[in-house]
Structures are given as structure tokens and as C-alpha cells.
């Protein structure tokens, strides 16, 4: 144990003698690593986010192709497709929403129409009523926040065809649900059939809750019996879109960071491997005096293992620094896209272990592994030839 | 003393004086390097970069238990509103996160149609889930059309 906190220090000064050289590779190791790590931790966590409430999005969607694009459902024929006393079926329900384009915002709002029940989902007011004297909505934080509205306040909204629908604001969802509801207005059935130019006796799709959602398979097969033109959305179909949306995008940032990686293990080769007169004289004058090849090669490791440790120690806090503590800017661009309506990012940290253990692997590893074979060399020098 | 490879600037400067303590004789000059025997081992004390390493380590660890505790407060927070986050979705119907409210398409990716591009502009790709280079197995692609 002596011996090796010697060789350790021993380490130590020779790090510091080449104090800028090394530093030079501690920063780059830690750049890519905050990179890669911040890349990783801001898809982690927005997975994260879209699970802890997926067991609440319903359990099938049913949705009506026509010329092989979504088409409007009847509500009639709801009970027909999804009968409320087939075994397994908890409950069914004809849905009106769809996508308003807003110009002054240059955004689409997403309006749901119908009675929802909204209780505890709202920050303040209450869900708006059906028959009111004048269209009551609630609405997201990030559209309360560009309309500068609270409730109480009246909004008025260009509906499909271009006429002024004027709404009363009666409630804002909680600030916590922005990632879900940041452009999201609710109002009444009526209400949402003006503003999306829906006709009446029509709905977007039928969303239906299962008593077992394990069943989910059997009854979309009994929908799509009942229903031909139906294209049935089962939950675990959502959860696949939504790990291929995220596993594509941070996938596609970090094969974009895997030249980074090799300039980084190239550079490392080059400025480990490249024995200065110096320090083949000091390798020289330990060698005479009693050290052995195992002493130098092992000194030559603690050098590269701190150099890469402490890099990506200081890159692993800089990426999370940067995806909790500033919001990922600059990376929330390249993974989000652009859009005009963001909602506000309050991200909770999901750390994946087998992230964390393959980017630790995918740099440091390497790195230590790229000065083994320069250091070898270093320790198997002649000692005569060194120092003469 | 020389500078820049010369383990006369090197560490162990006690193990050096205790070196010279016991007359290797060397000349005025010149430093003994660091002599790797047992004895000098047994002898070894933590120098102050040593010192100085450890507490670079322990600032580091400090700061990584801030993050830690950072977390544990971010996930007590998003804890506490997840019942609210849930009645959100539920009264809503729709679970999507609201990245991308410019392009219809893309607002909510798990109810748009697999396989068709071009909805909203002329040339504009479908990223998702078409997006994805390898497709979802046969019989589940056929099922979902």
C-alpha cells in the first residue's frame, strides 16, 4: 500500500512538471464526457417523464383510416365497436381534439373538447362547463403564459375558419404538468367542434380503458373484427414510438460525438507516446537507482488514470450541472427541434447505471488503455541509452 | 535546480533530505532521486501534493454529494406533483410531452400515423417513428398498419 501511495506521488510530479499537457487532456476527456453525459441524462430524463404517467393515457386508441390517413370517427358507432358490456372493457369514449394553428403564436395549440375531469390537475380555477353564458377553457401554462391570461380572464382565439371565438379562462394546469399540457385547451364539446371545424355526430378517435390492461392485445383484435377500416393504438405501441423517438435523437447526437471520442483516444496516443529528453532522462535515472519496469509502467498508469478519472469526474458534475441547472442549452435545440411553444423544462434526474457504466467505459477505459502501451515502452527503455 | 525532468524537482523531497541525511555523498547539486527501496518505502510519509491530490478528490466528492442531494430534492419535488401531473394526463387523454407544438405531426408522435411524410410541408421528413432505421417486427407492423 506504501508503495503505491509513493508511486502516486511520484505521479503526482511528474502530472505537475507537465502540468499543461495534461491539463489539456483532462479538459478534452471532460468535454466529452459532459457532452455524451448530457446527452444521456436529458434523454433519461425525459423518458423518464413520459413513463411516470403513462398508466394514465388510455389503454387502446382507436383510430379510422381513410385513404391510408387518420379519418374522423362516428360517435354513433361507438357502441358498436367498443360495446361498454364486453368482458374487460372498463369504459369507452368518443374523443374531440385535434390541432389548432394559432398565428400570433406560430404555434398549434392542441384543443380537447368534452367534458374532462380535471380534479387536481389544475393550479388554480376550476374545469370549465358545458352551457356557460360565454365558452369556458382551461389552458397550459406556456399558452397562460403567452396569452399573458389567468383565470378569470378572456381569450380570444381564431377558430379553423378564421373567426374570433371568444373564451373565458376558468383554470391553468399545474406548472408541473407542462411537459404534458404547456399548449393544451380545454373547453367544451360545442366549443372544440367550432374551433376545430368538427361536425357534429363526429369525433377524433375512441379512447378506451380496460379493466386488465394485459388484455389490451385481445381486445383490439375483437375492435379491429368489428371495426375494418380501424387502426387499434395499444399502449405498448406508444411506449415503442416513444423509445424509438428518444433512443433515435440521443443516439443520433452521440454517433455525431464518436469522432470526438476518436480525435480525444488519437490525441491521447500521440502526447502519451511521444517521450520527451526529459522524461526519458528522469525514466533513466529512476531505472538506475533501483526502480523496476513494473514501478515506471505503474506510476505511468496512476498518470493516465488521474488525468482520466478526474476529467470525467469534473465532465460527469458539468453535464449534469448543465442539463438540470441551466436548462440544456444548446442541446435542447439539437434534440427537441425547433417550435415556437416550449414548455417550461423542469426535469427530474433519472440516472440509468448502464449509461453511466458504458460512457465511464466508452472513455476512460479506452484512454487509460491507449497510455499502456506508450508507458510500457517508456518502462522498458535501456537505461544506458537514457541517460547517455 | 533544474527544472522540467530533473528528479531534483521531483517529490519525496523528505526522502531526499533522509537520503542525504545518510551521506550518499552526491556533491553539493545535486539532488538523490527518489530511491524506490524497501526501507525508504517503510519510511514514506503522504507529501503535500499528495495532500494536496486528496483534497482535490474531496472537493470533487463534495460536490458530486450536492448533486446527489440536488437530485433527491428534484425527485422529492417531482414526488410530490406526480398525482397532479397524472390527473393532468388522465383528464387530458393524451400523454405526449409537448416538445414540438409547430408541427402537427410531431405533437404527439403515438398517435400520428406510422408511415406517411410530407403532411405539413412539401419535403419535410417523418422522423417519428418512421424515423427509426430498423422497423418493428412483421406481424407487428401488419397489425398496426
Given at each position: 500500500m506504501r508503495r503505491q501511495w509513493a508511486l502516486l506521488e511520484h505521479a503526482l510530479g511528474s502530472l505537475r512538471r507537465r502540468a499543461w499537457r495534461h491539463v489539456a487532456l483532462a479538459v478534452a476527456v471532460a468535454l466529452v464526457v459532459g457532452v455524451y453525459g448530457s446527452a444521456l441524462l436529458l434523454a433519461d430524463a425525459l423518458r423518464g417523464e413520459w413513463r411516470s404517467t403513462l398508466a394514465s393515457v388510455p389503454d387502446l386508441v382507436v383510430q379510422r383510416l381513410e385513404g391510408g390517413r387518420p379519418a374522423l370517427v362516428e360517435v354513433a358507432a361507438l357502441a358498436e365497436v367498443v360495446?361498454?358490456?364486453?368482458?374487460?372493457?372498463?369504459s369507452a369514449e368518443a374523443r374531440v381534439w385535434g390541432y389548432l394553428f394559432v398565428e400570433a403564436l406560430g404555434a398549434n395549440v392542441t384543443v380537447v373538447g368534452g367534458e374532462r375531469p380535471l380534479d387536481g390537475a389544475l393550479a388554480a380555477g376550476r374545469a370549465p362547463r358545458a352551457g356557460a353564458e360565454r365558452p369556458e377553457c382551461v389552458v397550459g401554462v406556456a399558452l397562460a403564459d403567452h396569452f399573458a391570461v389567468r383565470p378569470g380572464d378572456r381569450l380570444a382565439v381564431p377558430d379553423a375558419r378564421g373567426e374570433l371565438v371568444l373564451l373565458e379562462v376558468v383554470g391553468v394546469f399545474v406548472a408541473a404538468s407542462a411537459l404534458q399540457t404547456a399548449d393544451v385547451l380545454v373547453t367544451d364539446d360545442a366549443t372544440a367542434r367550432r374551433l376545430l371545424a368538427l361536425p357534429e355526430g363526429r369525433a377524433t378517435d375512441y379512447a378506451v380503458t380496460l379493466s386488465r390492461p394485459e388484455e389490451a392485445p385481445v381486445i383490439a383484435g375483437q375492435v379491429r373484427a368489428r371495426m375494418s377500416d380501424a387502426r387499434v393504438i395499444e399502449r405498448d405501441a406508444l411506449v415503442r414510438t416513444y423509445e424509438l423517438t428518444f433512443d433515435g435523437r440521443s443516439g443520433l447526437l452521440s454517433a455525431l460525438l464518436v469522432p470526438c471520442l476518436a480525435v480525444l483516444l488519437l490525441l491521447v496516443w500521440e502526447r502519451l507516446s511521444g517521450l520527451g529528453e526529459a522524461e526519458r532522462r528522469e525514466i533513466g535515472v529512476l531505472k538506475a537507482v533501483g526502480w523496476e519496469t513494473r514501478d515506471v509502467l505503474t506510476a505511468r498508469l496512476w498518470e493516465s488514470a488521474i488525468v482520466a478519472v478526474g476529467g470525467a469526474w469534473v465532465g460527469a458534475l458539468a453535464a449534469y450541472a448543465h442539463v438540470f441547472w441551466l436548462d440544456a442549452v444548446g442541446l435542447r435545440g439539437a434534440l427537441?427541434?425547433?417550435?415556437?411553444l416550449h414548455p417550461p423544462l423542469e426535469l427530474t434526474p433519472v440516472i440509468d447505471p448502464t449509461a453511466a457504466w458504458t460512457l465511464l467505459g466508452v472513455v476512460v477505459v479506452p484512454f487509460v488503455g491507449a497510455s499502456i502501451v506508450p508507458a510500457w515502452r517508456a518502462a522498458s527503455i535501456d537505461v544506458d541509452e537514457a541517460i547517455r | 535546480m533544474p527544472r522540467g525532468g530533473g528528479l531534483a524537482t521531483a517529490p519525496h523531497r523528505n526522502l531526499t533530505k533522509q537520503l542525504l541525511g545518510r551521506g550518499l555523498g552526491l556533491g553539493p547539486g545535486v539532488a538523490p532521486p527518489f530511491c524506490y527501496t524497501r526501507e525508504v518505502s517503510r519510511s514514506f510519509q503522504p507529501g503535500r501534493r499528495l495532500r494536496a491530490f486528496i483534497a482535490a478528490i474531496g472537493a470533487l466528492a463534495l460536490l458530486s454529494a450536492g448533486v446527489v442531494a440536488d437530485a433527491a430534492t428534484r425527485r422529492g419535488v417531482a414526488a410530490a406533483a406526480l398525482d397532479a401531473r397524472r390527473a393532468a394526463v388522465r383528464g387530458v387523454g393524451l400523454g405526449d410531452l409537448a416538445l414540438s407544438s409547430s408541427a402537427r405531426w410531431i405533437r404527439h408522435p403515438t398517435q400520428a400515423e406510422p408511415g406517411a411524410p410530407f403532411q405539413d410541408l412539401p419535403s419535410t421528413f417523418d422522423v417519428d417513428p418512421a424515423g427509426a432505421v430498423v422497423g418493428p417486427p412483421a406481424p407487428r407492423a401488419r397489425r398496426e398498419r
Open positions: 360495446p361498454l358490456d364486453a368482458p374487460g372493457v372498463r427537441f427541434g425547433w417550435s415556437a | -
